[in-house]
C-alpha cells in the first residue's frame, strides 16, 4: 500500500493549495475529490484576489502571500491571472473619507495605492454612472483569475510537474489515527494512509466529523453568482468594487473615521438585499 506524508481532502482552493505548499516541501501527496470536480465555492466567486479588503492587522499579509503565489505560478503556467488592478469607488463623502485614509494606511505597509478623482475614474471606467461616485482608490497589484478555470490549471501543473496523485469521485466517509498513522476510508472500501490529512472539505460538514461542526456555531452560506448577458461597449479592467465594499471590508475598519459611518437611507435596502439591485445604481447600462 502506497503511503502518503499528506492526503488532503477536497480539491477546491483550500485543498489545492495545501498541496501546492506540500509538494513545493518536497511532500509525497495524494488529493482526492468526492465529486467529478469542485463544484462550490471555488468556482462560484468572482475572482478577484483582492488583499487590499483583508483585515490590515491580521488576514492582509497572508493576502499578499497568496498574490505574490497566484504571480509566481502564472509566471511559469497560464492560470488565467490578469494584473489590472482592483478599483474602489466611494458613493458619498465617507466612503471617499476612508479611501483617503486607507490610502495612508497602505502606504505605510508599502502597498501601492493611488486616489482616483472624478475625472481619472471617467477614464478609467467611462460607463460608471455619473451621479455614483465620488472619487476611488486603485490597487496595481492585484489580479483577477477566472475562477472556474483557474483551480483546474492548477492542479493539472501539481500533476504534471510535481507528481501529485490525485483521485476524483473518490468520498472520504472515515478518518482515524492508528499507532500514529493517519487511515482515510473511503466510500467504495480503498484506504489511504499518510502521516498528516488535511480536511478541506468546504461546505459539506454531514460526512467528516460532523459533531464538530455542529458544536462550531458555524452556518452554512450559499454563494449565488450572477452572470450577464454580453454588452456593447462595456470593457470591465481589473476588479471593481463599490461603496458597499468599502463600507464590508475588514481593511476599512481600520481607518481613523470608520467608526463615525453612519449609513445612507438609500443604501438600506441594498445591504438588506445584497447587491442584486445595486448594479444598475453603479453602470448607465442595463446590468441584469
Given at each position: 500500500m502506497i503511503k502518503f506524508d499528506l492526503?488532503?481532502?477536497?480539491?477546491?482552493?483550500?485543498?489545492?493549495?495545501?498541496?501546492?505548499?506540500?509538494?513545493?516541501?518536497?511532500?509525497?501527496?495524494?488529493?482526492i475529490e468526492k465529486d467529478s470536480q469542485p463544484m462550490e465555492a471555488t468556482v462560484r466567486n468572482f475572482g478577484q484576489v483582492v488583499p487590499s479588503?483583508?483585515?490590515?492587522?491580521?488576514?492582509?499579509?497572508?493576502?499578499?502571500?497568496?498574490?505574490?503565489?497566484?504571480?509566481?505560478?502564472?509566471?511559469?503556467?497560464?492560470?488565467?491571472?490578469?494584473?489590472?488592478?482592483?478599483?474602489?469607488?466611494?458613493?458619498?463623502?465617507?466612503?471617499?473619507?476612508?479611501?483617503?485614509?486607507?490610502?495612508?494606511?497602505?502606504?505605510?505597509?508599502?502597498?501601492?495605492?493611488?486616489?482616483?478623482?472624478?475625472?481619472?475614474?471617467?477614464?478609467?471606467h467611462s460607463l460608471l454612472n455619473n451621479d455614483y461616485y465620488k472619487g476611488g482608490l486603485y490597487f496595481s497589484e492585484e489580479v483577477s483569475v477566472e475562477p472556474r478555470t483557474m483551480v483546474h490549471r492548477v492542479r493539472e501543473m501539481l500533476i504534471h510537474?510535481?507528481?501529485?496523485?490525485?483521485?476524483?469521485?473518490?468520498?472520504?466517509?472515515?478518518?482515524?489515527?492508528?499507532?500514529?498513522?493517519?487511515?482515510?476510508?473511503?466510500?467504495?472500501?480503498?484506504?489511504?494512509?499518510?502521516?498528516?490529512?488535511?480536511i478541506c472539505n468546504g461546505r459539506d460538514m454531514k460526512i467528516l466529523f460532523p459533531e464538530l461542526f455542529n458544536e462550531s456555531g458555524m452556518k452554512i452560506s450559499k454563494l449565488n453568482m450572477?452572470?450577464?448577458?454580453?454588452?456593447?461597449?462595456?470593457?470591465?479592467?481589473?476588479?471593481i468594487l463599490s461603496g458597499l465594499s468599502i463600507r464590508r471590508y475588514d481593511?476599512?475598519?481600520?481607518?481613523?473615521?470608520?467608526?463615525l459611518l453612519t449609513t445612507p437611507e438609500w443604501q438600506k435596502l441594498y445591504q438588506e438585499w445584497a447587491y442584486i439591485y445595486f448594479l444598475n445604481r453603479l453602470w448607465t447600462v442595463q446590468s441584469l
Amino acid at each position: 500500500m502506497i503511503k502518503f506524508d499528506l492526503i488532503v481532502v477536497g480539491a477546491g482552493n483550500l485543498g489545492t493549495f495545501h498541496a501546492f505548499h506540500a509538494l513545493n516541501q518536497g511532500k509525497k501527496v495524494l488529493l482526492i475529490e468526492k465529486d467529478s470536480q469542485p463544484m462550490e465555492a471555488t468556482v462560484r466567486n468572482f475572482g478577484q484576489v483582492v488583499p487590499s479588503g483583508q483585515a490590515l492587522d491580521t488576514w492582509f499579509e497572508y493576502g499578499r502571500t497568496s498574490l505574490a503565489i497566484y504571480k509566481e505560478i502564472q509566471a511559469k503556467t497560464d492560470i488565467t491571472a490578469r494584473q489590472k488592478g482592483s478599483y474602489y469607488y466611494a458613493s458619498d463623502d465617507n466612503e471617499m473619507q476612508l479611501l483617503e485614509e486607507a490610502r495612508e494606511l497602505f502606504k505605510i505597509r508599502n502597498y501601492p495605492a493611488q486616489l482616483l478623482n472624478r475625472k481619472a475614474c471617467y477614464e478609467r471606467h467611462s460607463l460608471l454612472n455619473n451621479d455614483y461616485y465620488k472619487g476611488g482608490l486603485y490597487f496595481s497589484e492585484e489580479v483577477s483569475v477566472e475562477p472556474r478555470t483557474m483551480v483546474h490549471r492548477v492542479r493539472e501543473m501539481l500533476i504534471h510537474d510535481f507528481d501529485l496523485t490525485y483521485l476524483n469521485n473518490t468520498t472520504a466517509i472515515n478518518c482515524e489515527v492508528r499507532n500514529g498513522i493517519c487511515i482515510i476510508h473511503c466510500a467504495d472500501g480503498k484506504q489511504f494512509h499518510a502521516e498528516k490529512i488535511a480536511i478541506c472539505n468546504g461546505r459539506d460538514m454531514k460526512i467528516l466529523f460532523p459533531e464538530l461542526f455542529n458544536e462550531s456555531g458555524m452556518k452554512i452560506s450559499k454563494l449565488n453568482m450572477m452572470s450577464t448577458f454580453p454588452q456593447k461597449g462595456l470593457k470591465l479592467e481589473g476588479n471593481i468594487l463599490s461603496g458597499l465594499s468599502i463600507r464590508r471590508y475588514d481593511s476599512f475598519k481600520s481607518c481613523p473615521s470608520y467608526a463615525l459611518l453612519t449609513t445612507p437611507e438609500w443604501q438600506k435596502l441594498y445591504q438588506e438585499w445584497a447587491y442584486i439591485y445595486f448594479l444598475n445604481r453603479l453602470w448607465t447600462v442595463q446590468s441584469l
